[in-house]
């Protein structure tokens, strides 16, 4: 029983730290405002999630999408808009 409860408190342990480091993961860098809108579309959509190609959707998609996803990776209007300005040069 002792056994059980230390693996229970290990695995309990090794859930928190995946969960900080996923947190910590989806935080954005100082260094976005420099970044272009291809890199922070790589860097942003698909550090949590499979990222569709920019053909996938027209351009009034995107905006729409970017948007609701700006919130969600918590990127700032100017890095929204490059990410758009790119998904629409690539469709």
Same mark, same amino acid.
């Given at each position: &029983? =002792? %056994?059980?409860?230390?693996? %229970? +408190?290990?695995? !309990?342990?090794? !859930? %928190? ?6 947190i910590?993961s989806? *935080?954005?860098? *100082? ?5 272009? $809108?291809?890199?922070?579309? $790589? ?5 949590? +999630? ?5 053909? *996938? ?9 970017? &948007?609701? &996803? ?14 758009? =300005? ?6």
């Amino acid at each position: &029983m =002792k %056994f059980i409860k230390e693996y %229970f +408190h290990q695995i !309990l342990f090794s !859930l %928190f730290f995946l969960a900080l480091l996923l947190i910590a993961s989806c *935080a954005p860098t *100082a260094t976005n405002a420099e970044k272009q $809108g291809a890199q922070l579309w $790589g860097e942003n959509c698909v550090r949590c +999630h499979n990222a569709p190609s920019p053909p *996938a959707f027209n351009d009034e998609q995107w905006e729409t999408i970017t &948007m609701h &996803m700006r919130v969600r990776a918590s990127l700032t209007a100017q890095e929204t808009e490059k990410v758009v =300005k790119f998904l629409k040069m690539a469709n």
